[in-house]
């Protein structure tokens, strides 16, 4: 190992000179690249009075480093041995001694330290004595002697084990297409596993540059941040150094080694764009490749900064925890994320590829050029690449109206957001379990939601000049939310602040009630909503931005108002027909308007309103009857008006509904809700037929495969489903006589009615399947069976190695939404929780446990509260209290209705 030290100094100068240029043409705009001191001190903490040095003070926060050593470059050098699935590093950390000291506190965990010595300060040569704390994940260096300060280097000698539970230096498996099995490595270090691969300062603030060398087997190959400066072979191992990766967080780090094959590039500017695949799955990057190009060329555009990386590889890996990482120049995904076949791919498919390799390629700036100062502020990475992912893939194709979809998202952050065990978007985060529990709908999508409520409040060009500001301002740093109100601020002239602090900085939402009061006055009202009453009464009130369309005496006006008081009072014209609130639907709040005001808006007809108007609508009444504002009739009389429905999300959220329903009706009377399902579908399905019409758009193709799913599922329909298992056979004979975006909807069908040999027929297609798409939609079938010995065998499954790990908790979970296996789904889930725990992937497990708000009786949520009580599970921040919440809710609300739900439902039918 410590001869191979020397050889990398060779090539330091070298790669100074390289990132040189590449930072050269960044260098006008962005000062702090040149300074690097400014970053590492861009932080939320204090100087001097705190720099956590001493942690047996108490009052110290445990699980944050002390900053008196600060680390700015790391030339790291490791050797994977994925036969024996271990791997040997070797990191030489160039250090800035701020403070004399005699110890130095880093974070590792799972690794071993053979050896730490430090050079530098003082002169000499001083070998430390290594401890390792396994609880707080850290290691200790004590040196005889005191460091003076000054610039030193560290240098540490390591082992690990490549592991099998997707973070970390990971391993991740797969059969080629002669059935052998392959090993590759790979790495996933957010939020704080950077530290299972190499100790180091795994804190987002802790910005530095990285230099990294692979020393491989000479039959693959690796790929990590930079761009590679050079690759020999020398006695039998192929080695591969790196160029310097820009000053970045530890968390950004990646690489991977295996046997992989890689596209032609394609040049952004001057930034060379590659997907990577393991062998054989290179004819499914054309797609990925097309919107990963095009996203990055939009980026450049909006940001105004160049791609601050020195190439960009994309790469697909068979096993892999969550959707995708954007580690700088080397994004991570999920192969169904990344890779699809163009011909038999879905639009859902398609969708769901450009959403995130335009979100990964969104975070190089937002996320990686500018970081959050610490996890409580992860919205200004996520958020923001879930904005941006939105604005890239409409302005790609805008024929498939992403904003309209984003609906879907903003209601699932509705969802979550009218718990009482909610949370702030932005919130305290202390250990490493905190910080994963913030990946979440509230991080994501209400994130999202409240960012393009202020971008259409102050316009889009304002906003976009403000985001500028502060990419310029922060690069190569951290920042905090209210490093970007200030920039935001300074682009619009208006008190940003003032107006966002309450949706990041407050839990919840506000219902705004609307009444007239007479002829001419219109009022509105403002007040938390939630699906459970509160205990306590929440005086809580938001800024809201509310775009108002009045119709009256034949013509339409637009009003834009704040309401920032708790009830505001609008004039309005005579002869008012009908008015509509929240016009175009990007506000983050429900509407409830009193009935005769509802009534108006649906005798001028809904198809006057946007489809993210009615969406909203739909949306809106339902939750106000699920917390029991509206009666259930009332809801299920305006699902009336949608029959004539053809947009894709409206309909979302109505089968949405349809299936809670599903779940807490009881089981003799669920033949009455197939009822009520085939007479809204119906409709719909016998015009659209089963095969696309020539020259339809794809997003009515999508609305065809999921509405004749539904029918054929929940609606029972036999006539459908006899057509289903007639169509599965025309495409088995072949594929093209059936339109991709129905054979979802066929695969779910015939498990649903299916037996064991349609059981068998469906396990073995998902294990020789050609895509990953088609791969996950045979595996995710398993759980849609309805006899409990099939679904007893997918259970087995999941923990028996046949399944990845990162489908498995995924698989049970849909188990447990299967109203005909929930039961025996949470049996498994009990009896298996430790093995469960050992073998799922953190994130994964996490999921698994959402599964758990379909199991909606009153004896099912006892049991589950006990269990998870009885075991003193946590899952990290609220995540826990939130599913219970969500199962409290669903439980209500079946005590409340059962007993009505099956006359209304009656009630609803043609000709009652
Ligand atoms: N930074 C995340 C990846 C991540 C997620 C790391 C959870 C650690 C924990 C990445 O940018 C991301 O957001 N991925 C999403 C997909 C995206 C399109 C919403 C994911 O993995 O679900
Ligand atoms: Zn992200």
């Given at each position: 190992m410590s001869e191979s030290v020397g050889r990398r100094y060779l090539f330091t100068t070298v790669a100074r000179r390289a990132r040189a240029l590449l930072v050269l043409p960044l260098a006008p705009l962005l000062l702090s690249a040149v300074h690097p001191a400014i970053a590492a001190t861009t932080t939320t903490r204090p100087k001097?009075?705190?720099?956590?040095?001493?942690?047996?003070?108490?009052?110290?926060?445990?699980?944050r480093l002390p900053r008196h050593v600060v680390p700015h470059r790391y030339d790291l050098r490791l050797e994977p041995d994925l036969r024996a699935a271990t791997f040997s590093g070797l990191a030489v950390i160039a250090v800035t001694v701020t403070h004399a000291t005699s110890t130095i506190i880093l974070n590792a965990v799972d690794l071993t330290i053979s050896s730490a010595t430090l050079e530098g300060t003082a002169g000499g040569r001083l070998d430390a004595t290594v401890e390792l704390d396994a609880a707080m994940q850290r290691c200790r260096l004590t040196f005889s002697r005191s460091l003076a300060v000054g610039e030193a280097q560290l240098t540490l000698v390591f082992q690990g084990t490549l592991n099998d539970?997707?973070?970390?230096f990971y391993r991740s498996t797969y059969k080629d297409q002669a059935g052998v099995s392959h090993t590759m490595a790979a790495t996933q270090f957010e939020?704080?596993?950077?530290r299972r691969a190499f100790p180091c300062?795994?804190?987002?603030?802790?910005k530095a540059v990285f230099a990294t060398t692979l020393v491989i087997d000479p039959s693959l190959t690796a790929v990590s941040n930079?761009?590679?400066l050079s690759d020999s072979v020398l006695s039998g191992k192929r080695i591969m150094r790196f160029a310097d990766s820009m000053?970045?967080?530890?968390?950004?780090v990646a690489f991977i080694v295996g046997q992989l094959e890689a596209t032609k590039a394609l040049y952004v500017g001057s930034t060379p764009l590659r997907l990577w695949t393991v062998?054989?799955?290179?004819?499914?990057t054309r797609f990925g490749h097309e919107i990963a190009a095009a996203s990055l060329t939009f980026f450049e555009e909006y940001y105004?900064?160049?791609?601050?990386?020195?190439k960009l590889d994309l790469l697909a890996i068979?096993?892999?925890?969550?959707?995708?990482?954007?580690?700088?120049g080397a994004i991570t995904f999920r192969e169904t994320a990344l890779l699809v076949?163009?011909?038999?791919?879905?639009h859902a498919e398609r969708e769901r590829v450009a959403d995130v390799v335009a979100h990964e390629n969104a975070h190089?700036?937002?996320?990686?050029?500018v970081t959050m100062?610490?996890?409580?502020?992860l919205w200004l990475n996520e958020a923001f690449a879930t904005f941006m992912e939105m604005l890239a893939v409409d302005a790609w194709k805008?024929?498939?109206?992403r904003w309209d979809a984003f609906g879907v998202s903003r209601a699932a952050a509705f969802s979550v957001d009218g718990l009482l065990s909610t949370r702030p978007i932005e919130y305290p985060v202390r250990a490493p379990k905190d910080a994963d529990a913030m990946f979440d709908v509230l991080t994501y999508e209400k994130g999202a939601s409240v960012l393009r409520m202020l971008e259409q409040h102050i316009g889009p060009a304002v906003f976009r000049e403000g985001v500028r500001h502060y990419l310029r301002a922060h690069a190569y740093g951290n920042a905090d939310t209210n490093d970007l109100w200030v920039a935001l601020g300074q682009a619009s002239k208006q008190a940003v602040p003032e107006l966002m602090n309450g949706w990041i900085f407050q839990s919840g939402y506000p219902l705004v009630t609307v009444r007239q009061d007479n002829e001419t006055e219109l009022v509105l009202s403002q007040q938390r909503f939630t699906y459970l009453a509160s205990p306590e009464s929440t005086e809580q009130s938001w800024q809201i931005p509310v775009p108002l369309r009045i119709t009256a005496g034949g013509t339409t006006e637009h009003r834009r108002l704040l309401?920032?008081?708790?009830e505001v009072r609008v004039s309005l014209p005579k002869g008012v027909q009908h008015l509509f609130v929240?016009?175009?639907?990007?506000?983050?709040y429900r509407v409830r308007y009193e009935s005769s005001l509802l009534q108006r808006i649906l005798e001028a007809g809904v198809?006057?309103?946007a489809p993210s108007e009615r969406f909203n609508l739909v949306s809106d009444v339902w939750a106000t009857t699920v917390s029991g504002l509206t009666p259930l009739s009332d809801y299920l009389r305006l699902?009336?008006?949608?029959?004539?429905?053809?947009?894709k999300n409206v309909w979302a959220v109505l089968l949405d509904a349809f299936s809670f329903l599903n779940r807490i009706i009881a089981a003799a009377d669920r033949p009455v809700l197939e009822a009520f399902v085939r007479a809204r579908l119906l409709p719909a399905v016998t015009e659209l037929t089963w095969q696309p019409k020539p020259g339809e758009d794809d997003l009515v193709r999508q609305l065809r495969g999921e509405l004749i799913g539904v029918l054929g599922k929940?609606?029972?329909?036999p006539a459908i489903q006899a057509q289903a298992a007639e169509q599965y056979r025309l495409y088995r004979a072949?594929?093209?006589?059936?339109?991709p975006n129905v054979v979802p909807a066929l695969v779910a069908i015939l498990a649903y009615t299916g037996d064991e040999v349609r059981y068998n027929e469906f396990f073995e297609r998902s294990r020789t399947a050609a895509t990953p798409q088609e791969e996950r939609r045979y595996l995710f079938a398993l759980?849609?069976?309805?006899a409990p010995a099939l679904l007893a065998r997918t259970l087995a499954r999941t923990v028996s190695g046949e399944m990845r790990t990162q489908d498995a908790p995924f698989v049970v979970s849909a188990v447990m939404g299967n109203v005909y296996g929930r039961e025996q789904a949470w049996e498994f889930v009990k009896t298996n929780w430790d093995l469960m725990d050992r073998l799922f992937p953190k994130q994964g497990l996490r999921r698994m446990c959402g599964?758990?708000?379909?199991?909606?009786t009153a004896e099912l949520e006892q049991d589950v509260r006990a269990f998870f009580l009885s075991r003193k599970?946590?899952?990290?921040?609220k995540t826990l209290d939130q599913y219970l919440e969500q199962l409290r809710i669903a439980v209500t609300f079946r005590e409340r209705e059962r007993d009505r739900l099956p006359i209304y439902l009656q009630s609803q039918q043609p000709g009652a």
């Open positions: 001097g009075k705190d720099m956590n040095i001493d942690d047996a003070s108490g009052n110290l926060d445990p699980y539970h997707l973070r970390g939020a704080t596993d950077a300062w795994d804190e987002p603030d802790f930079a761009s590679v000053k970045m967080s530890t968390y950004l062998p054989g799955k290179q004819p499914l105004g900064i160049p791609y601050p990386g020195d068979p096993d892999f925890a969550s959707g995708a990482m954007e580690n700088l076949d163009e011909h038999t791919g879905t190089m700036w937002f996320g990686d050029l100062s610490w996890w409580n502020g805008p024929e498939w109206k309401l920032a008081d708790r929240n016009e175009a639907g990007h506000g983050f198809d006057r309103l699902t009336s008006h949608f029959t004539g429905e053809r947009d929940l609606g029972n329909d072949d594929p093209s006589r059936v339109d759980a849609a069976f309805q599964g758990i708000v379909a199991l909606a599970i946590d899952l990290g921040g």
